[in-house]
């Protein structure tokens, strides 16, 4: 079994798809969620305090 270049080739599924409220590439069809806005498992938008914005990191 190996790990290298042979191992590349078979990673043809689609795992995450456009996700329908941020519009994201993010959402995982097998979870049913949104890992950059948390659609499918809360209605409120995911939110985390060690997030920085963008502007600020400039």
């Given at each position: 079994?190996?790990?290298?270049?042979?191992?590349?080739?078979?990673?043809?599924?689609?795992?995450?798809?456009?996700?329908?409220?941020?519009?994201?590439?993010?959402?995982n069809?097998?979870?049913?969620?949104?890992?950059?806005?948390?659609?499918?498992?809360?209605?409120?938008w995911?939110?985390?305090?060690?997030?920085?914005?963008?502007?600020?990191?400039?």
């Amino acid at each position: 079994m190996t790990k290298g270049t042979s191992s590349f080739g078979k990673k043809n599924k689609v795992v995450h798809i456009r996700c329908r409220r941020c519009g994201h590439h993010s959402f995982n069809l097998s979870k049913g969620r949104c890992a950059h806005c948390g659609f499918g498992e809360t209605k409120k938008w995911r939110k985390y305090n060690w997030i920085k914005p963008k502007k600020l990191l400039k």
